[in-house]
């Protein structure tokens, strides 16, 4: 396993229920990735939302990838409701698929190398597609679907590596798609390695984004949950993240 630059020890953070959360805007976000595209060395990103961090109440392995982390950002609603309570608040939802859309827009600014890993057969390539129409300009170099098991991750890692990735996308759920780009950081070389999710469902049409007034009234999960079944097992993990921060008090750390 290859060593990954962590974030500086003054950078301001929150913790929640043993994660580190990073108190900064969306820009700011995008900047601090620029950083590490600078710097020429591999980063871990980690969006965090509140199912994931409840589930590295029971998974160790999980919560090793949250604090070793180079930046991780507040990815849900109930992130910045702990955090507020907490008495830290975080000024905005710094999210995977929005990550993902804004960096495609700064690939055509200043030229990132972009790669699409994940989902199934076929979804990368139409989500790239779709990107290079929505960021003329938009540098995404290479795509491939997630449909292998990890025994064929050196292999896989050994294929992208070929095209020279700035920036990692990595589309093949928590903590699986974590555990790839820590794991291969010494093959890839991506300066940058992400997890997005179902972020290539969306853009590639896939799945549906929720209506603007359900994002304004900040209950994606729901709706994500109602267009896909299968995600009411990590729906469950929500009332378990609510009772764990309760637990805890106002000023839990």
């Known amino acids: 396993m290859t060593a990954i630059s962590n974030l500086p020890k003054d950078a301001d953070r929150v913790v929640i229920l043993g994660v580190p959360i990073d108190r900064m805007s969306m820009n700011q976000a995008l900047d601090r990735m620029g950083e590490f595209i600078a710097s020429g060395k591999p980063h871990l990103v980690v969006t965090a939302d509140a199912a994931g961090i409840a589930q590295a109440q ?20 109930g992130v910045l409701w702990a955090a507020r309570r907490q008495g830290e608040p975080i000024s905005e939802r710094v999210s995977g698929v929005e990550i993902l859309d804004k960096m495609c827009a700064r690939s055509a600014e200043h030229g990132y190398r972009l790669f699409f890993l994940g989902a199934e057969p076929g979804v990368a390539d139409l989500a790239a597609e779709k990107m290079r129409l929505r960021h003329p300009g938009c540098n995404i170099v ?5 449909y ?3 025994e064929s991750d050196a292999v896989v890692a050994a294929e992208v590596a ?3 990735p700035d920036v990692l996308f990595v589309a093949m759920g928590i903590p699986r798609q974590e555990t790839f780009i820590r ?7 991506a300066k940058v390695g992400i997890g997005v999710g179902g972020s290539f469902d969306v853009f590639s049409g896939k799945a549906k984004r929720a209506p603007a007034v359900i994002q304004k009234m900040r209950a994606e999960w729901v709706w994500r949950t109602l267009q896909n079944p299968k995600k009411i097992r990590k729906a469950m993990w ?6 764990y921060v ?5 000023k839990a750390r």
């Open 58 to 77: 029971t998974d160790p392995a999980l919560m090793r990838i949250y604090r070793d982390a180079a930046l991780v950002t507040p990815d849900s609603i």
């Open 183 to 189: 794991e291969t950081a010494h093959i890839i070389g």
């Open 148 to 150: 292998f098991p990890p």
């Open 142 to 146: 290479g795509t491939r679907h997630g």
């Open 246 to 250: 309760l637990r805890t008090g106002k």
């Open 162 to 164: 070929e095209f020279k």
């Open 238 to 243: 929500l009332p378990k993240f609510v009772a």
